[in-house]
C-alpha cells in the first residue's frame, strides 16, 4: 500500500496525481433527454470541455434515490472537463422514487442508451463510472452486455453484493422476510404487484415481486464479486476514507481479492478525507474530496486506458443548451 497526499494507492507502481490543464475555460453544460423502450424519459446533463476533447468520455450512474444531479454524478462532469473528459450523467428508470416497476435489467438497458448517445456524438470509447447502487450494474454490463465501446469501469462506494447490503441495513430477520414475501407473490401470478417491503431507511421500499427478486433474489445479476471475475476491462474501486459505514473498506477488500484472484486488472484507491470527522453518509459521497477523487480517476485512466487524452477532433456537441 502507498500513500500519496491525497489518496490511498493499492498498486504496485506509485502514481502520480493527475494535474488539470491551467487558465482553462469553463466547460459548457447541455440537457440531455433519451427515452428508454418504454417510454420513460432519462434526464441527464452532459458537460463538454472547452476545445477539443478527449477521445474517452465518461458515463456516469447514480445511487439509490439519486439522479444524474445529486452526489457524484452531479459534480463529476465539472471535475472531468479540467481534464479534457466530456462527461454524460444520466438517471436510469429507478431514479428518485421511481423504481416502483423497475427491474434490474432496466437499469442495464439505460446504460446502453448511454453509451449509445455518447456513440452518436462520436465518443466511440467509454468509462462507465458506478456510484453506490450505481456500482452494481457496471461488472454485470461490462460481462452480459458485449459492448465494446466500454474501455474502463470505476466504482465509487461499490457495493458488492446487493443482498448481503439489505441484510446489514435492515433488522435481522427482515430481509429475510421481505425475500420470502416477493417470492411467495411471484410463484402466485403476482409478479407485478406492488409492495411495501420494511426498510432501514424510515419508509418502505416500494417494488413489485418482480423487481425485488431481480434487485435483491438468490439469481439476481446485481451482485458485482459475482460478476467482476468475468470482467475483461480495468476496473477501478474508490472510497472516501470517511465512508466507513454505507460501503465501508471491506466492500472494496473482497472485491478487490475477487478480481485479484481472476488475474484481472484491477486497483483499489482510498481519497483521505483532511476533515477525519466527516459525517460518513457525506463521505459515501465524496463531500470535501470531490477534486482529490477526480483526479485520482483521471490518473488511473492515464495508466490503464493509454489513449485516454487523445484528442477527439471528430466530437459532436449538442444543440446550444
Known amino acids: 500500500m502507498l500513500r500519496c497526499a491525497r489518496a490511498v494507492v493499492l498498486t504496485g507502481a506509485f502514481l502520480l496525481l493527475a494535474q488539470p490543464a491551467a487558465g482553462q475555460a469553463a466547460p459548457t453544460v447541455f440537457p440531455v433527454r433519451i427515452f428508454a423502450p418504454d417510454g420513460s424519459e432519462l434526464a441527464g446533463s452532459l458537460t463538454v470541455p472547452a476545445g477539443t476533447p478527449n477521445r474517452v468520455a465518461l458515463l456516469v450512474t447514480h445511487g439509490a434515490g439519486g439522479n444524474y444531479q445529486s452526489s457524484v454524478p452531479g459534480w463529476l462532469g465539472g471535475e472531468a472537463a479540467r481534464f479534457g473528459f466530456t462527461t454524460l450523467s444520466l438517471n436510469r428508470r429507478d431514479h428518485d422514487d421511481q423504481n416502483v416497476r423497475t427491474t434490474f435489467e432496466d437499469g442495464l438497458t439505460d446504460i446502453r ?22 456500482t452494481t450494474y457496471l461488472p454485470t454490463y461490462a460481462v452480459a452486455m458485449g459492448d465494446r465501446r466500454v474501455v474502463a469501469l ?48 424510515g419508509q418502505p421500499i416500494r417494488l413489485t415481486a418482480r423487481g425485488f427478486l431481480s434487485y435483491f433474489g438468490p439469481d439476481s445479476f446485481g451482485v458485482p464479486i459475482r460478476m467482476l471475475p468475468l470482467v475483461s476491462v480495468p476496473v477501478l474501486l474508490l472510497r472516501s476514507s470517511t465512508d466507513t459505514q454505507f460501503t465501508p473498506d471491506e466492500n472494496h477488500q473482497r472485491l478487490l481479492a475477487a478480481g485479484r484472484a481472476a488475474g484481472i486488472t484491477i486497483d483499489y484507491v482510498v481519497v483521505t478525507d483532511p476533515q477525519p470527522t466527516r459525517a460518513p453518509a457525506l463521505g459515501h459521497s465524496f463531500v470535501g474530496v470531490e477534486a482529490a477523487t477526480a483526479a485520482a ?11 485516454a487524452h487523445q484528442p477527439n477532433p471528430q466530437a459532436l456537441r449538442p444543440a446550444a443548451p
Open 297 to 307: 480517476l483521471v490518473n488511473w485512466l492515464e495508466r490503464v486506458v493509454p489513449f
Open 154 to 201: 470505476a466504482l465509487l462506494g461499490a457495493i458488492d453484493d446487493s443482498a448481503l447490503q439489505q441484510r446489514l441495513i435492515v433488522q435481522r430477520g427482515v430481509f429475510e422476510e421481505n425475500l420470502a414475501r416477493a417470492q411467495a407473490a411471484y410463484a402466485a401470478g403476482r409478479a407485478d404487484e406492488v409492495i411495501d417491503f420494511p426498510s432501514a431507511f
Open 113 to 134: 442508451l448511454g453509451v449509445d448517445y455518447l456513440e452518436q456524438l462520436g465518443y466511440r470509447a467509454v468509462v462507465l463510472v458506478g456510484h453506490s447502487k450505481g
